[in-house]
């Protein structure tokens, strides 16, 4: 129950890139015939992510990770932009691999909004429309977040990105293949995805970039992606991601059909006394639950649970091994003791309501334990 952290490659991905490894492993620059078939690969892979999200095959610059794309977006515009602003809005309750950018950024002079968010964790477009300044080169808010599983309001954003003509990206690496998706209606010029959160391998992402948007590439070399992304293409991993945002996008009944398993996990675990949901009770991504537990830490739930055979997280995985509490719990205002108590069960397709029954089953006993040893429980 922890999907959002990674996901199981699906068998039929699996089969699909195995002939790329030492069969057809080509360099797909290579002009003879194994080259010419790896390329051929690497373009029908574009085609498949490109349809996943309502985009044009030109527009898919393959990388390697959600991290990479969300950096090339950020650092890319900054960069490319740098002449006309300074200025760049995006969220408190980020990724750290958008939010670290933007660090970065502000060390080399440029200036960052960090905007706030609702005790539900939803950004008010209106928000968005008052950080604009004449230096505003790039607005970035994430899709859904990949901690509370809250979903923003994208499509408002995209029309006041649109209307104030700055550039607006999107980490989807949480939405991609899980709910449906369209760059058009969302309206925005770059997308983050990752091929691990959709049953696909680690160490692959995409980033969309809208025709006529423009990036400064950060990897400098043999001009691969259009020039956008020098080095030579992980080809398994793409035919990989290629064949599981085919899958993805057939199995979107599937993913919206998970809401139901986590209602009743929701349902189950707010029975436990002083049990709460954190983030917004409809517009969550349909596999995300996050409770708080009072009195209690999200580690010791995570080792018990692990004890009992069930995956789970506290915060999110990428940083599991800070002692800090959660930047997106403190963001929608919890106390850091409460931030600490939290639980994060992340649902995927090979769920079902048995495993939903057997974790609602053992929670109570966890919690009860843990609070009894609590020196924070009265
Ligand atoms: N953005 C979000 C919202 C994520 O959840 C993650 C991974 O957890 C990433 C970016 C980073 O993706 P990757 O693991 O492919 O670098």
Redesign the pocket.
Known sequence: MDH??TTAVDPAVREAMIPYFSEKYGNPSSLYTIGREARRAIEEARLKVADLIGAKKEEIIFTG????S?NLAIKGIAYRNRKKGDHIITSSIE?H??LNPCKYLEAQGFKVTYLPVSREGIVNPADVESAVTPKTILISI?HAN?EIGTIQPIEEIGKIAKEKNIPLHT?A??TAGKIPLNVDALGVNLL?M?A??MYGPKGV?ALYIRKGTTVEPLLHGGGHERNIRSSTENVPGIVGFGKAAGLAKERLPQEAKLATLRDSLIRGALEIKESYLNGHPTKRLPNNANFRFSYIEGESMILNLDMKGVAASTG???SSTSLEPSHVLMAIGLRPEEAHGSLRLTLGIENTQEDVDYVVSILPEIVNKLRMISPLAR
């Open positions: 959002s952290a990770s959600g991290t990479e969300d990724h691999a958008v994430m990949n980490d690496v949480q983050s990752s691990h959160k992402g999110s995985a990428c």
